[in-house]
């Protein structure tokens, strides 16, 4: 009996072959939800069922050492986070994992850290019973207001929206709850989002008259108010940029026939080079136009995710990238990684062609930027440091390479390119040349 033959292509996972009462079962890892050690044996857990792999637990740790989302949870236990649907708290030092099936198994403390750290959380505490956009809608005061906020008066808005005291309005509350309530009025609305084709400033101009009102609108720039809370709402599944119907013109394209392999560029300069491997090599291509917009990202990742099958999403995503060889270059990098995670993209692969060993001793030696400022404040220190460690720098001093430098050779950043997404191709270059999709659109 095979009833794995379809996991074996259709999802991550390696082969593992089960002994049942009629023989054997030929199944995948990423079928199984848990397995645990018995006197040297592994024992696997299947949907209800649990069989003895033929394998030996000790074998069995080394297969899924390397897969995505399998993570010793307590003694002789390892578990598949891909199947546990929530997390619950006996009591401060371990924690209970739900299956989708209702499986329960056990959390130490020992290993909470890894766990969080793969979900992408703070803590774990508030999945149960919380799920976590309600977690953070009730720490960002969101509530239901049956009276449209732009339509209060003075008197009303110093009632929903002030201190205590009830003699200051509380701006971003206000702000944070009109955008709660925008949404809640799209969403039951047939006819889709009045601001359909605008931007974020569109709905800055909506709440800006009632700020007016409120005499708000000298001193602070609450447009970043607006801005900053709308990203953060997202951030946390509140809502999202594409119930607005915002325009988006972030420059990127999702490739036609290795979409998995992502290539990003840190500069709008460069997009038109990622053109043309896009057209030899069928890759998606981004330029994050210096730090990458939540927007964009959310747009980028909802497209991505749309041509890219499940089974590539865990561990065959991979990011080459063309950024400069300073700190900021690897925090828009970093900054990108973990808008992709907010999105769902969780375990991409990461890969750097602008480093030191892809440039030669002559620009090494005459193009490089002193990256040591004497006037840098604590701040700029620290991040340098902290980049030097995770780098050396070159040779150990503080110096950094603009990409630019790089691109002056783009057939040497094109075959950069190819030997590190080699191992990647699904289908290998030059590929069918298509016409790219239209890079500025509405969504």
Known sequence: MQVGSITHKLKTGKPVSLITEDGFLFSNTSELIAFKSDHGSAICTIGNKKYTAVKSYTEMVKLVSILPGWFHTASGLRVNLNHIASVIAKNDNDYTLVSHNGLKFDLNKAFYKEVRKYYDVKTLQHVIPFSLPQYWMMDMNIRHIEKNIMHMTVEELFKNFSTDAGDTIVVTDLITNFLYQQVEYIRKSNEGSPIAGGNVRSLWYLIKPTLSRLDLLDGTNHYKTVSKRLAEMVEH???????????????????????????????????????????????????????????????????????????????????????????????????????????????????????????????????????????????????????????????????????????????????????????????????????????????
């Open 237 to 443: 599944k509140i809502l999202s940029y594409l119930e607005f119907e915002l325009y988006e013109y972030g420059l990127w394209n999702v490739g036609l026939y290795n979409p998995h392999i992502i290539f990003l560029a840190e500069k709008r300069s460069h997009y038109q080079f990622l053109q043309q491997m896009q057209d030899h090599a069928g890759v998606t291509i981004i330029s994050s136009e210096g730090q990458p917009s939540m927007m964009t990202s959310e747009y980028f990742c909802e497209a991505f995710k749309k041509k890219v099958p499940e089974y590539w999403k865990h561990d065959r995503i991979v990011i080459i990238n063309i950024m400069d060889y300073d700190p900021h270059g690897y925090l828009i990098l970093d900054t990108f990684i973990d808008n992709l995670r907010v999105f769902g993209i969780k375990h991409p692969t990461e890969i750097k062609l602008s480093l030191p060993e892809n440039y030669t001793d002559l620009e090494l030696e005459f193009q490089h930027i002193n990256l040591e400022k004497e006037d840098d404040d604590d701040v700029g220190n620290t991040i340098l440091n902290k980049w030097m460690k995770k780098t050396e720098g070159i040779n150990g001093n503080k110096w950094g390479m603009e990409v630019d430098v790089m691109m002056l050779d783009r057939p040497r950043v094109r075959e950069l390119f190819l030997a590190a997404a080699e191992s990647w191709f699904k289908i290998l270059p030059p590929v069918q040349r298509r016409v790219w999709e239209e890079v500025y659109r509405i969504i």
